[in-house]
T-cell receptor, first 115, second 112 residues
Framework: EAGVAQSPRYKIIEKRQSVAFWCNPISGHATLYWYQQILGQGPKLLIQFQNNGVVDDSQLPKDRFSAERLKGVDSTLKIQPAKLEDSAVYLC?????????????FGNGTRLTVT | QQQVKQSPQSLIVQKGGISIINCAYENTAFDYFPWYQQFPGKGPALLIAIRPDVSEKKEGRFTISFNKSAKQFSLHIMDSQPGDSATYFCAARKTSGSRLTFGEGTQLTVNP
């Protein structure tokens, strides 16, 4: 099966600019996640979708971050305006269900550098 | 609040040796503990997972040991190989439904 696709792979922007990341999950996977992985740290959940509804966005900085999942398939994550501390790898993951043991399948991420 | 603490931060072992990575959790409601493996430039991938109703789970060269009373669990990699060089993350969640909380990661290097 094809894996989780993410684009772009790398992005360099200046602070206060905006940026968007795109994710295409594995076909048929109902659950989609966006994680932020700061260098040297574990992934931190930003938002979880079940189909096109939000399940958990409690750790999403909503004053600058937004995400949507179109028609329950593709998703975009936007940052506006970006801050220096947003420099990180943004990982998209999908899973076939919401069961606790439903494995997360991660994409290779988008590395964001904010200067 | 860091709910899953992982150690060591980095680990170097010789080929054929045993790699041991430890994790401790605070939330007693956690009852599902997966380990993820991440190679440079790639996303994490599920390696092995355990629930607290067993004290040990083995899959090939990878074993999870679980100590419920101490709220600790560890990953043992037997006969470590250079191809095992990667960053390993422990994680925890509640089976009733909660976000997966990751540890800080351990960068493992296996020298040939």
């Amino acid at each position: 099966e094809a894996g989780v696709a993410q684009s772009p792979r790398y992005k360099i922007i200046e602070k206060r600019q905006s940026v968007a990341f795109w994710c295409n999950p594995i076909s048929g996977h109902a659950t989609l996640y966006w994680y932020q992985q700061i260098l040297g740290q574990g992934p931190k959940l930003l938002i979880q979708f079940q189909n096109n509804g939000v399940v958990d966005d409690s750790q999403l900085p909503k004053d600058r971050f937004s995400a949507e999942r179109l028609k329950g398939v593709d998703s975009t994550l936007k940052i506006q305006p970006a801050k220096l501390e947003d420099s990180a790898v943004y990982l998209c993951a999908s899973s076939p269900g919401v069961s606790y043991n439903s494995p997360l399948h991660f994409g290779n991420g988008t590395r964001l550098t904010v200067t | 609040q860091q709910q899953v603490k992982q150690s060591p931060q980095s680990l170097i072992v010789q080929k054929g040796g045993i790699s041991i990575i430890n994790c401790a959790y605070e939330n007693t409601a956690f009852d599902y503990f997966p380990w993820y493996q991440q190679f440079p430039g790639k996303g994490p991938a599920l390696l092995i997972a355990i629930r607290p109703d067993v004290s040990e789970k083995k899959e090939g060269r990878f074993t999870i040991s679980f100590n419920k009373s101490a709220k600790q669990f560890s990953l043992h990699i037997m006969d470590s190989q250079p191809g095992d060089s990667a960053t390993y993350f422990c994680a925890a969640r509640k089976t009733s439904g909660s976000r997966l909380t990751f540890g800080e990661g351990t960068q493992l290097t296996v020298n040939p």
